[in-house]
């Protein structure tokens, strides 16, 4: 029987070669012949180039572009650095290229070029993003006819995860907690939510984070819902953004954050209050919260369905789903840092049902549990999915929970 | 940054979306779809939250021209402005048909004769003739950029305290230049100081670039800096949706620099100095790659220069895009973050980049962060 191994010594030329195979294997079943991407995390899936993400707007012109066809075992890629691409990805001098700037019809004309170069005009092509200028230029670019969804090739490939690529996954969650871990001392009465992003931030590159993902989510949870801001689905309103607010006693935060790491994007949720003790009904809420995490891993192994999971989360506590309405009981993570298989969103029952977990897949799952009048308790937990169970990834406490 | 989520000043937002709505009269759209979180924000003026690196294209945002109503994808209206009423605001979904019911529920979509998107995926190319099954779908960025370009003075002034933020962590950062400090240690000190004077959002996260080192070399792979090294800081933030960025470089042990490297910055300035007398009304974009020629410098590998605004705004400069720069013509009111950057043989780099405001008169420089002097 085949188990899930998570490598300690991960290493990058073995994953770049097996994400090649992936990726050429799904696009023989799919028919396409040459990939081009875009987005950033496609990008670094297909190349392994990493770089620290910049602001989405620097990030549209700033991008670099890969293309990647049907027996070719190398990639296409076009960056403006085409000699560190060369060194550090080991990629042959002629499969390294000048930048393309793809928001402008000049940069997509010397594109269609450069891709003309590279592939037969008949290709079949799938791309993940098409801009204005792109779509202008789509019959040059795409003679082969339009082009399909890189999404579908992607994501069939990355959904399973190799020993490597854990490797990395669990190496980025370390850091993200050691990172974590002197934020959640430093948290006392008159902080401020963005000092205690300053110090995870600071924590975080120290110890060899590329780049914050996103901006990091001290939320200051209301006692009741009514409390809260108006929603559409009258359910909790979050992740709300951080702010100058100063802390205080008492307050209950849900902790939600990520940073990037070798092209992996981790995620970490906790709960915490600030500068006193659980009540006893928070540590009930914990508990309650322990059992339902319990209920869902007791039934998350391969074969299970994504249903299996939400219904043992229903089992626990009954009436209410135990996680955010407007998101999921658990999301895939890795290379982006919310990605497929996704479950208990508003694809429904049925969508839930085809989602089938096979081993090597990562899930974040994230209940809660809402006591309104207290507040609520939610945490994150990290596991690769095994043959017969999981391997959690993630090792923090909950700590001011629990015992 | 306030203790609350705020939408962005009411002014502000008036007049962007009045830009947005004039740019949609020129190119007669009748209803946007939007996806780009900079372009949601401009005519929203609601903060969401943000997530680094390009991100996949899917509506998240209409405006119908013939009503001037703005939706937008929200669960909640926290920091979301008056005139965007509950009714307008869709909760976050999951489920294409969810949305596309969304935007077929939209008062005036189903009249729409062109409806202008900011970007495009296959997927969508497929899903949004649906719902617009008589429109003709057509990219409305170069619309969109135009009215983003040219900054109302709020904007300026938006610029303006992302810069001095963006100035006051690249202070702590410069203080903690020292032989043997990482890039990634500088990035650090760069955050946690641009978080403490209260932006949680950087523009750019390669902080700190250290020179010559053993060239070429990736961020993050541990490298240390050398008594007689060079670093040099991209510093950038984003504030309430605006970046504001600057660029600077220092010796790492000033007392270790000879004529070789004071050369490199007495070099720095002079292109400098040829590239702000380029950023004038009128001039073509190309004035700034041909200030690097008559320099006798050798233009780097990213654009030198490109709007600072929310997202990225016009123009981009770089050889690459030659015949747009020779076409294309600077405007007053466009703010450009400009860069100046010289090397020399043994791989050291001095960088200097400035946020210039383009007026009809002398540029203004925004950016006062100061350089590295003997």
Redesign the interface.
Known sequence: MPTVTVSAEPDLGRMQRDRLDRLHGVMGAQGVDTLVL????NVSYATGA??????????????PVAVLSIGDDRPHLFT??P??AQ??LGLPADHVH??A?L?????AA?FSRSLGDLVPATARI????????M??AQGVLFPGG??????DVIGAAKIVKTPDELGFLRRALAITEQAIAPTQVALAPGLRQ??L???F??????L??????????WQVMPARLAE??????G?I?C????????LRTGDVLWVDTGI?YAGFSSDFGRTWVVGTDPTPRQQAQFRAWRETMDGVLSVTRAGATGADLTRAALAVHGERRPWM????LGHGLGID?AEAP?IG????DAYDERQVLAPGMVLVLEPLVWDDGASGYRAEEVVAITEDGWISLTDYPYDPYGD | ?????LPDDEALRTARRRRALEAMEAQDIDVLVLG???NARYVTGA???????????GPSCVVVRATGAVHLV??????IPAEIP?EH???????PG?LLAWLRGIEGVADAKRVGT??????F?QLLPKVFASAELV????ALEAARQVKAPEEVAAIRVAIAVAEAALAEAVAAVRPGVSE??L???F??????H?????????VARITPGPA?????D?GTAGRDDLVAFDA?V?ASGY?GEVGRTWPVDPSATGAPVLDLYRRVGDLWHRLLESCRPGAPWNGLLDAYAAAGEAVP???VA?GLG???DLP?V?P??S??AAREQLVAGTVLAVTAEVTDELGRAVLRREAVLVTDGEPELLTAAPHWTT
């Open positions: 875009l987005g950033n995390s990493r770089w620290p993400l910049s602001d989405p707007g620097r990030a549209n012109v700033e991008r403006t650095h000699e560190v060194l550090d000048g930048p700037y928001e402008f019809d000049e940069g010397a799938a791309v993940d993003e098409l801009t204005g200028p779509r202008r339009d082009p399909v969804s890189a999404d963005t000092e992003t300053g110090t931030l600071r924590a975080a590159f120290d060899g984070a590329d780049a914050n993902i996103l901006d990091p989510i809260g801001p108006w929603t559409t689905h359910d309103a992740p709300l953004l951080t702010t100058e607010r100063e990037s309405d407007h998101f999921y840092s996704f969103t508003d694809l429904g | 940054m306030a203790t609350e989520v780009r979180e900079a903060p969401r939250l943000w997530t680094a690196g390009t991100r996949p294209f929200s669960s909640w209206d926290e920091g509950h605001l869709f909760g976050i979904t999951w489920n969810n900011d970007s495009m995926t296959p997927r190319a990219d409305a960025e170069p990634q240690h990035a650090g000190v955050m946690g100081a641009m978080a403490r209260g932006v949680t959002t950087p523009a750019t996260q390669r070429p070399r990736r961020p993050g541990g950038g984003v970046s590998a990213s654009p490109w929310l997202g990225f981009v770089t690459e895009l015949a747009t």
